[in-house]
């Protein structure tokens, strides 16, 4: 009795340790934003193939007598491949020869009567009809000498089709025809003759691979790409796109594109038939800033990703809302009502509302390039906004900006006082944004081409100021300055400069930059929501383009939900089991009953 007490003790001692241990906090592991390099690759499996596969074919008929050439052997143009059996074509030859023999003799006689007939028919000894005809039969003779020496010519080079040479240097691939074979010639028979060998460069080969139609898009010729076969895993064969095949090959309801990437082959070790995988690197980021991909999520998650790390969600929504200028363009990101607008960035090409009016977009977003509101009805494009392409612009138009403002103070002024107000947070964009278009006009230059002239000066304007003597940080339709703090203390993203830069819409490079959400911690141990600028990723990592300094830590919110997970289906099995819970207190109720984790 006195055991069985003893092990009711342990026992319960156990579980409230174990209850102790699940009741810990949840760890959050945090990592740095730092540089990085990033690559954005395509990964197809590919086949090796030749370049140039060459079919050896003869002109003549006959058995093979020698062939001294086997699978694998590496020829020169001019060595044998083939030798034919030439007896009846050496019997043509000697026959063409002595032709060619008795037709010089012919001539040589009807020369000597030719002129012994021109001796007599000038003494008037013989007719002019007897002269004439020993000038036709020396014409005959000669005539004989040029179809007889035709005659030994086509026999000579049939005799010489008898030997089978290598037309250029390669390998041979594929030997069908053996010694002692009888083969047709290529030239003189309907099936276009018997194929001796096939051969081919093989120090230059290529990979075929098949793309698939979402990753073709990032595949052009000349770039870059790795191919590494099955017989060689530690080894990287490099290449470049030779090009793409335009018709598509379709596999199990998939889409895919062959793309051809060239390869060094000079040591031999790549063969015709090697199945590997091939990687074509369609972007590369050198020393970007960056971060896990793990540690990124959408706008919209805001608020389940806060209760996550223990903070309230609706406190971390309406902070970001409040950042963002009241929540004009994000409204509907962090899980309110429907009336909420998405954002107008990448992927969500439609800046308009549901009355037909432009959307309102915040000046001043941490991480977030200002959005300019579209003029004009639906299908009109955007005048300077987030996503518009920037036009190619030459150094003509660009001074001609500062040569227009020079002509037009007054205007310039006021361009450069519109573009002021515009940052402010409280401001009213649409109408400012139609006087500092009219402003444009009145200046007479595209507000596009400032943008674009700003944008290739670098760095978000010229040396020493904004193209055209605007504000230095000033961007067209008076978006914020590069730099600078937004409200409530959160920070600006810079344009420009590090991080690989924005052009408008887009970072340099095909990819569309992007925003995203992460949590920053602070000194004080805290969590700083921030939504971020993004730019290419790879499986890894993200660059980022603003709204994070260097070395800040963020949360890598995977983990934290793995943990919350198991942690949830630890309550969800004990309140079944009527066992202590560790979040919701020992007892408490069915499922669901727990208290959030963290709070």
Same mark, same amino acid.
């Given at each position: 009795m006195k055991r069985q007490s003893l092990a009711l003790l342990v026992l319960l001692g156990l579980a409230a340790a174990c209850g102790k241990k699940e009741e810990a906090a949840i760890t959050i592991r945090t990592a740095p934003a730092e540089r990085r390099t990033i690559v954005v690759s395509a990964e197809a499996t590919g086949v090796i193939e030749p370049i140039n596969v060459v079919e050896v074919k003869s002109r003549s008929s006959g058995q093979v007598t020698e062939m001294p050439v086997e699978t694998g052997s590496l020829v020169r143009a001019g060595d044998l491949i083939v030798q034919l059996d030439t007896r009846d074509v050496q019997n043509g030859y000697d026959q063409a020869k002595a032709d060619l023999d008795a037709a010089e003799k012919r001539l040589e006689v009807s020369s000597i009567q030719k002129k012994r007939s021109d001796e007599l028919f000038a003494a008037k000894i013989i007719t002019?009809?007897?002269?004439?005809?020993?000038?036709?039969?020396?014409?005959?003779?000669?005539?004989?000498?040029?179809?007889?020496?035709?005659?030994?010519?086509?026999?000579?080079? #049939?005799?010489?089709?008898?030997? /089978?040479?290598?037309?250029?240097?390669?390998?041979?691939?594929?030997?069908?025809?053996?010694?002692?074979? /009888?083969?047709?010639?290529?030239?003189?028979?309907?099936?276009?003759?018997?194929?001796? /060998?096939?051969?081919?460069?093989?120090?230059? /080969?290529r990979a075929r691979a098949l793309v698939n139609e979402t990753d073709i898009g990032g595949v052009r010729a000349g770039l870059e790409a790795t191919v590494i076969v099955d017989a060689f895993p530690d080894r990287t064969f490099r290449g470049t796109v030779e090009k793409i095949e335009p018709q598509a090959v379709v596999q199990q309801n998939v889409t895919m594109f062959p793309v051809l990437v060239s390869l060094e082959n000079r040591d031999g070790s790549l063969m015709p038939g090697m199945n590997g995988e091939v990687a074509i690197v369609s972007e590369r980021r050198e020393n970007v800033l960056a971060i896990p991909n793990e540690s990124i999520r959408s706008v919209r998650e805001a608020a389940a990703t806060a209760t996550m790390l223990g903070l309230n969600g609706d406190s971390v929504a309406a902070k970001l809302r409040e950042s963002m200028g009241g929540g004009g363009g994000f409204g509907g990101g962090f899980g309110g009502g429907n009336g909420g607008a998405r954002p107008a960035g990448p992927g969500n090409n439609n800046s308009m509302g549901t009355n037909g009016r432009p959307r309102q977009v915040p000046v001043s977003t941490p991480g977030y390039v200002d959005l300019l509101p579209q003029q004009g009805g639906q299908g009109g494009g955007r005048q300077g906004g987030f996503g518009a392409p920037l036009p190619e612009v030459t150094d003509a138009q660009c001074k001609a900006i500062?040569?227009? #403002?020079?002509?037009?103070?007054?205007?310039?002024?006021?361009?450069?006082?519109?573009?002021?107000?515009?940052?402010?947070?409280?401001?009213?964009?649409?109408?400012?944004?139609?006087?500092?278009?009219?402003?444009?006009?009145?200046?007479?230059?595209?507000?596009?081409?400032? #943008?674009?002239?700003?944008?290739?000066?670098?760095?978000?304007?010229?040396?020493?100021?904004?193209?055209?003597?605007?504000?230095?940080?000033?961007?067209?339709?008076?978006?914020?300055?590069?730099?600078?703090?937004?409200?409530?203390?959160?920070?600006?993203?810079?344009?420009?400069?590090?991080?690989?830069?924005?052009?408008?819409? #887009?970072?340099?490079g095909r990819s569309m930059s992007r925003s995203g959400l992460v949590f920053v911690k602070k000194e004080d141990g805290s969590w700083d929501p921030r939504v971020v600028r993004l730019g290419i990723a790879d499986y890894d990592y993200t660059e980022v383009i603003g709204g994070l300094e260097e070395g800040e830590q963020v949360a890598l919110l995977s983990a934290v939900a793995l943990q919350v997970q198991r942690q949830q289906n630890n309550d969800r099995m004990k309140a079944m089991t009527g066992g202590a819970s560790p979040l919701g207190g020992a007892g408490a109720g069915g499922p669901g009953g727990g208290r959030p984790p963290g709070r």
């Open positions: 002019a009809q007897e002269n004439e005809t020993a000038q036709l039969d020396y014409t005959n003779a000669a005539t004989a000498i040029v179809r007889t020496r035709a005659a030994l010519d086509l026999a000579q080079q #049939r005799l010489d089709d008898a030997r /089978v040479t290598a037309p250029v240097l390669g390998t041979i691939i594929e030997k069908p025809v053996a010694l002692g074979q /009888v083969i047709q010639s290529g030239t003189s028979t309907a099936g276009g003759g018997t194929t001796i /060998v096939k051969m081919a460069d093989l120090t230059k /080969v500062q040569t227009a #403002r020079q002509s037009k103070p007054a205007a310039a002024k006021k361009v450069d006082d519109l573009s002021a107000k515009m940052r402010d947070p409280n401001a009213d964009r649409q109408t400012l944004m139609a006087d500092l278009r009219a402003a444009y006009t009145e200046l007479g230059v595209d507000m596009n081409v400032v #943008r674009a002239c700003r944008m290739r000066e670098g760095n978000g304007g010229a040396p020493g100021g904004a193209p055209g003597g605007a504000p230095a940080g000033a961007t067209q339709g008076g978006a914020r300055p590069t730099g600078g703090a937004a409200p409530n203390g959160a920070s600006r993203m810079p344009m420009g400069g590090g991080n690989g830069g924005i052009t408008g819409a #887009r970072t340099s």
